[in-house]
């Protein structure tokens, strides 16, 4: 931190200096070594075929910029060809293009939610849904994690205390930060059972999991009580999000939500890279066969030195528990050649500061097991 400041910073620097003395500091820090800590799981980032979509799209024309809203002069071919094929590919009625994640959620609840309405969110899931549940108009609740009963009581305690709205029921497919699953199947059906609607945000499954990398939601077809949200900056390698829902809810979004209406539209070169990224999910399922024989192959290697996990995905959480620990055993593997990045508090909660360690197709076999080895070195003599 700067040393000379004006007292108008003061608090500034207080708060700084907490963070710092928590070993809560955050600072950026550039990409070095091999990666497993990046969303790039199927390696598209990169991907020479989206550059060249990308390319013959400049090069017929296509703006850098959108240049402003979709609802004046933004809405571009491309953002709608997009939206085509997104519907259809992850059979939704309708689907329609923010310019991120993070933005999709805080926009779908701060718009559709209504006053009087109750949001039951599951106590993982992201900041963006925290935050747009806090913005909004309906009343909140938390339940449990990845319990459907806890959502079902949530529910029939609001009613019996007279709530009278719609319910609306928000969940990951797959958690960022535990790697572990929603038991959709149970959502689906408390959804149903009380004329809901259920939310489900795919941003670590799109592209990973379902027939050729739907998401998770995409077998449950296409319902008016299903709104699906589809991150393109992960496995999609791109950036920006798709919010896939009937055709009723796009447009009252169109006509309503503010972080819609009110922002320049995302840049039609993104659309056409999720676009290509789409195609290649279609066309290159073996991708995602790949992705899964690595997530295997690091479950198992990690089982060798008696380490378990609950959920089998590519997300895997190393509980550290303390915060200093868990950044010297990851400076300690990023001096190893691996990149693998500290979580602390509060992205997690207090005390349990881990690596989250993510697989992609950026690495090899022979990268997972050198890494797997370098942490239990690094580990050795450590009581879990």
Same mark, same amino acid.
């Given at each position: 931190?700067?040393?000379? !400041?004006?007292?108008?910073?003061?608090?500034?620097?207080?708060?700084?200096?907490?963070?710092?003395?928590?070993?809560?500091?955050?600072?950026?820090?550039?990409?070095?070594?091999?990666?497993?800590?990046?969303?790039?799981?199927?390696?598209?980032?990169?991907?020479?075929?989206?550059?060249? =979509?990308?390319?013959?799209?400049?090069?017929?024309?296509?703006?850098?910029?959108?240049?402003?809203?979709?609802?004046?002069?933004?809405?571009?071919?491309? !953002?709608?060809?997009?939206?085509?094929?997104?519907?259809?590919?992850?059979?939704? #009625?309708?689907?329609?293009?923010?310019?991120?994640?993070?933005?999709?959620?805080?926009?779908? &609840?701060?718009? &559709?939610?209504?006053?009087?309405? &109750?949001?039951?969110?599951?106590? +993982?899931?992201?900041?963006?849904? /925290?935050?747009? =549940?806090?913005?909004?108009?309906?009343?909140?609740?938390?339940?449990? /994690?990845?319990?459907?009963? %806890?959502?079902?009581?949530?529910?029939?305690?609001?009613? =019996?205390?007279?709530?009278?709205?719609? @319910?609306?029921?928000?969940?990951?497919?797959?958690?960022?930060?535990?790697?572990?699953?929603?038991?959709?199947? #149970?959502?689906?059906?408390?959804?149903?059972?009380?004329?809901?609607?259920?939310?489900?945000?795919?941003? !670590?499954?799109?592209?990973?999991?379902?027939?050729?990398?739907?998401?998770?939601?995409?077998?449950?077809?296409?319902?008016?009580?299903? $709104?699906?949200?589809?991150?393109? *900056?992960?496995?999609?390698?791109?950036?920006?999000?798709? @919010?896939?829902?009937?055709?009723?809810?796009?447009?009252?979004?169109?006509?309503?939500?503010?972080?819609?209406?009110?922002?320049?539209?995302?840049?039609?070169?993104?659309? @056409?890279?999720?676009?290509?990224?789409?195609?290649?999910?279609?066309?290159?399922? #073996?991708?995602?066969? /790949?992705?899964?024989?690595?997530?295997?192959?690091? !479950?198992?290697?990690?089982?060798?030195?008696?380490?378990?996990?609950?959920?089998?995905?590519?997300?895997?959480?190393?509980?550290?528990?303390?915060?200093?620990?868990?950044?010297? +055993?990851?400076?300690? $593997?990023? *001096?190893? *050649?691996?990149?693998?990045?500290?979580?602390?508090?509060?992205?997690?909660?207090? *005390?349990?500061?881990?690596?989250?360690?993510?697989?992609?197709?950026? @690495?090899?076999?022979?990268?997972?097991?050198?890494?797997?080895?370098?942490?239990?070195?690094?580990?050795?003599?450590? %009581?879990?």
């Amino acid at each position: 931190m700067n040393a000379v !400041h004006s007292v108008k910073l003061d608090e500034y620097v207080a708060a700084l200096s907490a963070l710092k003395s928590d070993n809560r500091l955050r600072g950026l820090q550039r990409r070095a070594g091999l990666d497993f800590v990046s969303n790039d799981y199927l390696a598209l980032a990169n991907s020479p075929r989206m550059r060249m =979509a990308i390319s013959a799209a400049l090069d017929a024309g296509t703006p850098v910029g959108a240049g402003g809203s979709r609802l004046l002069r933004g809405n571009c071919e491309e !953002h709608e060809r997009l939206e085509a094929e997104a519907a259809r590919f992850f059979r939704a #009625e309708a689907a329609l293009f923010f310019g991120g994640g993070y933005v999709a959620n805080f926009a779908v &609840l701060t718009t &559709l939610p209504r006053k009087g309405d &109750l949001l039951v969110l599951d106590a +993982l899931v992201h900041a963006s849904i /925290h935050e747009g =549940a806090r913005a909004g108009r309906a009343e909140f609740r938390i339940s449990a /994690h990845n319990d459907a009963q %806890s959502v079902e009581s949530t529910i029939r305690d609001w009613r =019996a205390k007279g709530g009278a709205g719609r @319910v609306w029921i928000v969940a990951e497919s797959l958690y960022s930060m535990d790697g572990d699953f929603a038991p959709l199947g #149970e959502l689906i059906e408390i959804a149903d059972r009380h004329d809901a609607f259920l939310i489900v945000d795919e941003a !670590h499954a799109t592209g990973v999991y379902g027939e050729l990398g739907r998401g998770l939601a995409a077998s449950y077809g296409e319902r008016e009580n299903l $709104l699906v949200l589809h991150t393109c *900056g992960k496995a999609l390698g791109a950036a920006g999000a798709l @919010v896939t829902a009937s055709g009723v809810l796009r447009d009252f979004m169109i006509n309503r939500c503010r972080p819609f209406i009110f922002a320049t539209a995302p840049s039609p070169l993104m659309a @056409v890279a999720v676009l290509e990224a789409l195609l290649i999910l279609q066309e290159q399922p #073996e991708r995602q066969q /790949h992705l899964a024989r690595l997530v295997a192959l690091t !479950h198992e290697e990690m089982s060798v030195h008696g380490w378990r996990s609950s959920a089998v995905s590519q997300i895997v959480p190393y509980i550290v528990g303390d915060n200093v620990r868990a950044m010297r +055993l990851a400076s300690a $593997l990023q *001096g190893r *050649g691996f990149d693998i990045r500290a979580i602390r508090p509060p992205t997690v909660p207090a *005390g349990t500061a881990r690596l989250r360690i993510s697989l992609t197709l950026n @690495v090899q076999e022979d990268d997972v097991r050198a890494m797997v080895e370098a942490l239990f070195e690094e580990t050795t003599g450590w %009581s879990q």
